[in-house]
Structures are given as structure tokens and as C-alpha cells.
T-cell receptor, first 114, second 111 residues
Framework: DAGVIQSPRHEVTEMGQEVTLRCKPISGHDYLFWYRQTMMRGLELLIYFNNNVPIDDSGMPEDRFSAKMPNASFSTLKIQPSEPRDSAVYFC????????????FGSGTRLTVV | QQQVKQSPQSLIVQKGGISIINCAYENTAFDYFPWYQQFPGKGPALLIAIRPDVSEKKEGRFTISFNKSAKQFSLHIMDSQPGDSATYFCAASVSGSRLTFGEGTQLTVNP
């Protein structure tokens, strides 16, 4: 298995533009998590899905952020419009049966909003 | 109550030494305590995990010590190597639900 695949690896965009981050979880995993990592706030859970259904989106910072999981093999995190304070590394992780067997993280997308 | 407090923020150890990272929690319902290792440019990777029915778990040079009464757990890295230099995160969850992560410890092992 190739693990959790995220794209793009790096994204530089101008303030106000729409940004879409993509994630392909490990086949057979039924949970998918989106995290944001910054020096100031560490690892923050933004949203997670179970069987493609959003379960908890309380970590989504504001309405500019949205996430979808149209099928078991694909999820997107969209920021519209983007702001400089959104600059961070965004990780997608997947797991089988919640966290019981540990999360597998992707390599992340480093987002820079200028 | 959902927080996991991790210390120290950074740690420098000589090659061959013992690295010790500590975490404390308040929520007594937590029942799963993993440690993650993150190298620059990579996502965190599961290193070792423990459940509260045991006080210690060892995998190679990595050991988790768990003190249920004190609500603390720690990661010990024996014979630390330069290749262990990374950021380490403790975490906790209730019945396998969403993980709550500590703030992270940046470990540097000098050759």
C-alpha cells in the first residue's frame, strides 16, 4: 500500500484565492482526519469522517474552510477565500476502527498564503 | 480536560544517552496512549502505544512507562542515536476516538 497520499506537497497562493487540498486514504480505512500543524498551535484536528460522513467539524476555524469526502478513496479540504493566517502544514490521516490501530498520516501539504 | 500536556518542549541528548519525554493528562477516561515520531517534511508516524492495563511497554530501544494514579506517561529512548532526532508527540484518546495530541518535543541527539 502506498500509504496516505496528499497533493499538492506545496502550495503558494495569493490572499483571497481558493485553495483545494486533496487526500487519498489507505484502502480499507474507514476514518479520515484533517489536521493543521503550526508552530504556535501544534497539531489541530479540523474535521474527521467515518465511512465518508463528517462526524465532527468543530475544529474547522471558520466558514472559509470546508471539507468533503465524496467516496471512500478521496477527500478534499477547501479554503475560500484564503488568508495569510491559513499558512500551515495540512495533514490528512486515516485509520481503521477509529484510533485503535493508530492513525497513518500523509506527508502533508505546506500551504503558504501571501 | 481533553488536554495532554507534554514536556520538555525541546531536548538535547548525547549519542548513547537516554531521552525521556513526559506527558500528563486530566481525563481519566483516556484509555489509549500512543506516541508519534515526526521527521522534517514528513507526517507523524506511530511509534509505540500503550493501554492503561499495563505499566510498561517496550519495543526495541523505545519504552512507554505509564502511571495511572499520577495520570502520567513517558517515552524513554535508550541508547539514543542521531537518527532518532525528530519531533515526538504523545497523544491520548477515549475508546479509540479522536486523538488529542501533546504539544510536541523536538529531540536532538548529538553525535
Amino acid at each position: 500500500d502506498a500509504g496516505v497520499i496528499q497533493s499538492p506537497r506545496h502550495e503558494v497562493t495569493e490572499m483571497g484565492q481558493e485553495v483545494t487540498l486533496r487526500c487519498k486514504p489507505i484502502s480499507g480505512h474507514d476514518y479520515l482526519f484533517w489536521y493543521r500543524q503550526t508552530m504556535m498551535r501544534g497539531l489541530e484536528l479540523l474535521i474527521y469522517f467515518n465511512n465518508n460522513v463528517p462526524i465532527d467539524d468543530s475544529g474547522m476555524p471558520e466558514d472559509r474552510f470546508s471539507a468533503k469526502m465524496p467516496n471512500a478513496s478521496f477527500s478534499t479540504l477547501k479554503i475560500q477565500p484564503s488568508e495569510p493566517r491559513d499558512s500551515a502544514v495540512y495533514f490528512c490521516a486515516s485509520s481503521f476502527h477509529r484510533a485503535s490501530y493508530g492513525y497513518t498520516f500523509g506527508s502533508g501539504t505546506r500551504l503558504t498564503v501571501v | 480536560q481533553q488536554q495532554v500536556k507534554q514536556s520538555p518542549q525541546s531536548l538535547i541528548v548525547q549519542k548513547g544517552g537516554i531521552s525521556i519525554i513526559n506527558c500528563a493528562y486530566e481525563n481519566t477516561a483516556f484509555d489509549y496512549f500512543p506516541w508519534y515520531q515526526q521527521f522534517p517534511g514528513k507526517g507523524p508516524a506511530l511509534l509505540i502505544a500503550i493501554r492503561p492495563d499495563v505499566s510498561e511497554k517496550k519495543e526495541g530501544r523505545f519504552t512507554i512507562s505509564f502511571n495511572k494514579s499520577a495520570k502520567q506517561f513517558s517515552l524513554h529512548i535508550m541508547d539514543s542515536q542521531p537518527g532518532d532526532s525528530a519531533t515526538y508527540f504523545c497523544a491520548a484518546s477515549v475508546s479509540g476516538s479522536r486523538l488529542t495530541f501533546g504539544e510536541g518535543t523536538q529531540l536532538t541527539v548529538n553525535p
